[in-house]
């Protein structure tokens, strides 16, 4: 009499088949790459009406804010309300003369941050969330523009092994050990809601 | 923004161009994919086609894919048994409907010879049929793969004890499905 596993390791596919040939796999990997990039030139290739419709669009929102901001002040500070402030900042673990101290957001943990921000806003070319090892948590990417990769690579190559802080609204909401020097992305990490993901995403990108 | 929990370290990564990071995905997952998608198939060839499909899917949303081997690992896996249980569930319809209006045979052992031991190999694998695609790639990972209980929930973002529950399921449902030949 066999167990379960021993039955199904007799009738298991893979002992008795090979894996799939180089060809079949080069094969596919073509087709998948082909398809992909169909798809990104397709989205790149925008129709032009539909571009002059969304300068159109873009600018009658640029008249409206203009006349709001004259008209009602308090609709326009709002608008501002919503905004992220994004710092990236060298840290470190133990105070010194021109470090000032600093509480990482969650918990009871302090890091002594330099004054001067490495990346802000502006050095953002853009922001996108992405979902976590949990259906439910969203981290959030985000793509600096050539100067603001070329700041963070030459900031970070000098702090080998040391902290970097992420600050959200002047709060360091994450710190990591920098192992090796950030180029031209960072991850913002944590038990993030996909609101609050959409939130910081909206948030960064609205401040240049 | 109180609330928010110290993270991991910042993983850096260069996900600008989707079409490289698709392609270093499938160089670094194919494999694993495809082992996989051919213990819940019943073909070589619907396991291909349920990694191109899996594949496809990440090339539609390169965005939503996480950073780090692990992680894009355990988003390729879930992503793959989502469409096989698509497939699964059409599948059942239609076996439901031959079961019920053609009085398809039931699953048993054969005489001993050759052809005998292949039919009853495909007997058995297709028993495991019975078993939803998420409850089949936990047994076939635990008792095929060997993969360890919580490596496994952390592959599939779900709780040890819900994949114990999915095993102890599985095991039962098979038990009975292959009931001719666990009394051989």
Request: glycine share 6%.
């Amino acid at each position: 009499m066999k167990s379960i596993t021993e039955l199904l390791r007799d009738a298991d596919p893979l002992l008795h088949e090979s894996m799939t040939s180089s060809e079949q796999r080069d094969y596919r990997r073509k087709a998948i790459l082909a398809v992909a990039s169909r798809a990104r030139d397709r989205a790149g290739a925008e129709p032009r009406s539909r571009v002059t419709l969304l300068v159109t669009l873009g600018f009658v929102m640029i008249v409206v804010l203009f006349f709001a901001e004259r008209m009602w002040s308090p609709l326009v500070s709002n608008v501002y309300a919503a905004a992220v402030r994004f710092e990236v900042k060298l840290a470190e673990e133990k105070p010194a003369a021109g470090l000032h101290e600093a509480k990482v957001s969650g918990t009871d943990r302090s890091v002594y941050l330099h004054a001067d921000a490495i990346v802000t806003n502006s050095d953002i070319s853009q922001a996108y969330i992405i979902q976590a090892d949990h259906s439910s948590q969203y981290n959030v990417g985000v793509e600096f523009n050539p100067s603001g990769t070329g700041k963070i690579r030459a900031a970070t190559a000098r702090h080998i092994g040391k902290p970097v802080a992420i600050l959200l609204d002047g709060q360091v909401v994450m710190t990591a050990i920098v192992r090796e020097p950030i180029a031209e992305s960072a991850v913002i990490s944590g038990d993030l809601s996909r609101t609050e993901a959409e939130k910081i995403v909206k948030g960064i990108t609205t401040i240049r | 923004m109180n609330e928010l929990n110290v993270a991991r370290v910042v993983p850096v990564a260069d996900i600008g161009n989707p079409i490289e990071r698709l392609a270093i995905l499938f160089d670094g997952h194919y494999d694993r994919l495809y082992r996989l998608a051919r213990r819940l198939t019943a073909s070589a060839d619907d396991a291909l086609d349920l990694v191109q499909e899996t594949f496809l899917k990440a090339a539609r949303y390169p965005r939503s894919i996480p950073v780090g081997f692990a992680n894009e690992e355990a988003w390729l896996v879930r992503v793959l048994i989502n469409i096989r249980r698509d497939q699964w569930r059409k599948n059942l319809t239609r076996s439901r409907f031959e079961a019920t209006v053609c009085g398809k045979s039931p699953l048993g052992p054969t005489n001993g010879d050759l052809e005998g031991a292949v039919i009853a190999r495909a007997s058995v694998w297709r028993a495991l049929d019975v078993l939803s695609p998420r409850r089949r790639a936990i047994v076939v990972m635990r008792e095929l793969e060997g993969i360890a209980i919580p490596a496994i929930a952390s592959l599939l973002g779900i709780s040890q004890i819900t994949v114990r529950w999915h095993l102890s399921m599985g095991r039962r449902d098979l038990t009975t499905a292959l009931k001719a030949y666990t009394e051989e």
